[in-house]
T-cell receptor, first 110, second 113 residues
Framework: GQNIDQPTEMTATEGAIVQINCTYQ??????LFWYQQHAGEAPTFLSY??LDGLEEKGRFSSFLSRSKGYSYLLLKELQMKDSASYLC???????????WGAGTKLIIKP | NAGVTQTPKFRVLKTGQSMTLLCAQD?????MYWYRQDPGMGLRLIHY???????AKGEVPDGYNVSRLKKQNFLLGLESAAPSQTSVYFC????????????FGPGTRLTVL
């Protein structure tokens, strides 16, 4: 079976740094996505990793280790607007489907 | 979400009623997907389409049917709604190739009483 694990909820302070982890066990792998979803809204794309290493995009960075089945999303200089759920999704090889984690709800406190 | 619309935005049904959700795009994407999202669970794929006239089952297809007669539109039907189908339904678009980033519509919130 396919399995993606993320922490259910995390709390961080405005201005700080937070790391959201994602571990996966899937029968295929063709890349890993991170999406952001604000309450009541649709998911929006944040990042994509297909090779091992760190991808940086402004305040957000995403890391992938394929051998460990592990990824993390790093958010720096946290702002109140970063309060949202962060979804990890694996792009399965040989088909057109993404397998989604349940998401991590990030709460930012002043 | 520009270019992806979902109709309706909200709906309340009684058990046994039927309805159709419409996803329409003007972005020329080949792939279209229907997901449901429930509290504490990840997005779950219901059905998907890789092109006009084609559809395939996803992870949770029971109780739903789909059609893609035109490239721009992907319809999701509930023939006999059940309370277990209370959920938020998202349509998403994708494209051929290894990347397969998906773009989501705004969602339809469905309640079945």
């Amino acid at each position: 079976g396919q399995n993606i694990d993320q922490p259910t909820e995390m709390t961080a302070t405005e201005g700080a740094i937070v790391q959201i982890n994602c571990t996966y066990q899937t029968s295929g792998f063709n890349g890993l996505f991170w999406y952001q979803q604000h309450a009541g809204e649709a998911p929006t794309f944040l990042s994509y990793n297909v090779l091992d290493g760190l991808e940086e995009k402004g305040r957000f960075s995403s890391f992938l280790s394929r051998s460990k089945g592990y990824s993390y999303l790093l958010l720096k200089e946290l702002q109140m607007k970063d309060s949202a759920s962060y979804l990890c999704a694996v792009n399965m090889d040989s088909n057109y489907q993404l397998i989604w984690g349940a998401g991590t709800k990030l709460i930012i406190k002043p | 979400n520009a270019g992806v619309t979902q109709t309706p935005k909200f709906r309340v049904l009684k058990t046994g009623q039927s309805m159709t959700l419409l996803c329409a795009q003007d972005m020329n994407h080949e792939y279209m997907y229907w997901y449901r999202q429930d509290p504490g669970m990840g997005l779950r794929l219901i059905h998907y389409s890789v092109g006009e006239g084609t559809t395939a089952k996803g992870e949770v297809p029971d109780g739903y049917n789909v059609s893609r007669l035109k490239k721009q539109n992907f319809l999701l039907g509930l023939e006999s709604a059940a309370p277990s189908q209370t959920s938020v339904y998202f349509c998403a678009l994708g494209d051929r190739g290894l990347y397969n980033e998906q773009f989501f519509g705004p969602g339809t919130r469905l309640t079945v009483l």
